[in-house]
């Protein structure tokens, strides 16, 4: 199946072997960023003191996933702050899903409530006015070590999810 080959830590290489403007190997780029699956890619500022990050991001729409707005550079580096006391650049690709749950005050596993907000980072628009995203989300009844591994390792848990949007009017209609 398409969600289980590779591997979920992905080098950008791995997802943009075509894409021109890469960096090379050496520029730091390759050691700071990494995709997590193929659409979400962290930037994680690995230097002492560093208060910003400066971010590659290859020729397509993202998301900044701390604000939920799209990022003004597509094939080029951006310059975002990344100070210890804030979340650190996490960035959804146009076209993909990404499940969030809320995490204040949790502790243990049986303390998330298990509600889930989508997050659907959309893709440029096509000539006939549509933007699509697609992505794979988790059924189970819980994270507990027992139903994870009765409805994920012994059967498929997991189930593709799919949007299109379309431009009607000046309205976007899901």
């Not at 701390?66 to 550079?73: H, I, K, L, M, T």
């Amino acid at each position: 199946k398409e969600y289980r080959s590779g591997t979920v830590f992905r080098p950008l290489v791995f997802e943009f072997y075509d894409d021109k403007t890469l960096p090379a190997y050496g520029s730091g780029i390759h050691e700071h960023q990494f995709l997590l699956g193929k659409s979400i890619m962290a930037a994680p500022v690995m230097e002492f003191k560093r208060h910003v990050a400066n971010v590659y991001l290859p020729d397509c729409r993202w998301y900044d996933l701390r604000d939920y707005q799209e990022v003004p550079v597509r094939g080029g580096d951006y310059l975002t702050s990344a100070r210890l006391t804030e979340l650190p650049p996490f960035y959804l690709r146009g076209g993909g899903i990404f499940m969030q749950q809320n995490t204040t005050g949790v502790y243990r596993t049986e303390d998330l409530d298990h509600k889930f907000s989508v997050i659907i980072g959309l893709s440029d628009f096509t000539e006939d006015q549509k933007a699509q995203a697609s992505g794979y989300l988790l059924d189970s009844p819980s994270y507990s070590e027992e139903d994870i591994f009765a409805n994920c390792v012994e059967k498929d848990c997991l189930l593709k999810f799919e949007a299109t949007f379309e431009l009607k009017e000046n309205e976007m209609v899901l």
